[in-house]
């Protein structure tokens, strides 16, 4: 049991790094940067009043992955559409 947990602390050194540079990357220029093309598209796609629309008028017209188009959709109900 000891020997399994050791292995899997192991491997989570190096995600935890990777999330580290990446957060350290990101964070100076959080109010200085705008919405790629990319998100703003993702965006305009959820001005729908539920999923089943989401799904049926945002992404199977547009062919874009449903799981991110609901996690965004219920994100931005919680947060907002704010670029920071």
């Known amino acids: 049991m000891q020997k399994n947990q050791k292995n899997i602390l192991s491997q989570l050194k190096p995600i935890h790094l990777v999330l580290l540079v ?4 990101r964070i100076p220029y959080i109010f ?3 919405y790629t093309h990319d998100e703003l ?7 729908f009043n539920s999923i089943s629309e989401l799904i049926s ?3 199977l017209i547009d062919y874009h992955p449903p ?3 609901v996690f965004l959709f219920g994100y931005t109900k ?3 559409t704010a670029e920071w």
Request: charged share 15%; glycine share 8%.
């Open 78 to 80: 919680l947060f907002g």
């Open 67 to 69: 799981l991110v188009q």
């Open 57 to 59: 008028k945002g992404v």
């Open 22 to 25: 990446a957060v350290l990357l």
């Open 41 to 47: 598209s993702a965006l305009i796609r959820l001005d």
């Open 32 to 34: 200085f940067t705008s």
